[in-house]
């Protein structure tokens, strides 16, 4: 059973950069057709989708995040992560970690990790 | 950029049926996920691919796609179903992009 734990500073402060790392357990990182995702949520509101990093490095990330968002992977120690630069209070949410699989022209998470909320605040 | 449009909320009784809409444009020419999400947890995949069921998933909840809307079924609703749900869709253009989510009240 493939398990995914968040880790990481809760409380960031504005215009510095939030950094998570999500650990994987269960199974190799690199193994498999899959990505692997950070997707956040505000208190109260839906799921934004922040980007993935295949185990060969390729990224993809959300338009409206790319500016300030970088995934990186570390397959040593079957971990990736996340930095989110110049955050503001707006960057305050929960933030997951998810494997994503990738099958032709469908992609879903079909795992995810429980959840650690970041409040940017000074 | 594409749009998943869902209502705010659904409310049911239980052992009634509950249907969550997820409108896009031509969404039936995408697949489409949904997402269980209870309060203070993580989502869970409920349906995948249009219609299948990851393991562990009860057959009451099904799902179809076609057209301008995809449609999330749970049959004989329990207390137990309680949650929000987003649908998802995998776009080459757009990537990863989630609905506006349902709450599903049981009455």
């Known amino acids: 059973q493939v398990q995914l734990q968040e880790s990481g500073p809760g409380l960031v402060k504005p215009s510095q950069t939030l950094s998570l790392t999500c650990t994987v357990s269960?199974?190799?990182?690199?193994?498999?057709?899959?990505?692997w995702s950070w997707i956040r949520q505000p208190a109260g509101k839906g799921l934004e989708w922040i980007g993935r990093?295949?185990?060969?490095?390729?990224?993809n990330y959300n338009p409206s995040l790319k500016s300030r968002v970088t995934i990186s992977v570390d397959t040593s120690k079957n971990q990736f992560s996340l930095k989110l630069s110049s955050v503001t209070a707006a960057d305050t949410a929960v933030y997951y970690c998810?494997?994503?699989?990738?099958?032709?022209?469908?992609?879903?998470?079909?795992?995810w990790g429980q959840g650690t909320l970041v409040t940017v605040s000074s | 950029s594409y749009v998943l449009t869902q209502p705010p909320s659904v409310s049911v009784a239980p052992g009634q049926t509950a249907r969550i809409t997820c409108g896009g444009n031509?969404?039936?020419?995408?697949?489409v996920h949904w997402y269980q999400q209870k309060p203070g947890q993580a989502p869970v995949l409920v349906v995948y691919?249009?219609?299948d069921r990851p393991s562990g998933i009860p057959e009451r909840f099904s799902g179809s796609n076609s057209g301008n809307t995809a449609t999330l079924t749970i049959s004989r609703v329990e207390a137990g179903d309680e949650a929000d749900y987003y649908c998802?869709?995998?776009?080459?253009?757009?990537?990863?992009?989630f609905g506006t989510g349902t709450k599903v009240t049981v009455l």
């Open positions: 998802q869709v995998w776009d080459s253009s757009s990537d990863h992009i």
């Open positions: 691919d249009d219609s």
């Open positions: 031509n969404i039936g020419s995408k697949s």
């Open positions: 990093i295949y185990t060969s490095g390729s990224t």
């Open positions: 269960g199974g190799s990182i690199s193994s498999g057709s899959y990505y």
């Open positions: 998810a494997r994503d699989l990738w099958e032709y022209s469908s992609s879903y998470f079909d795992y």
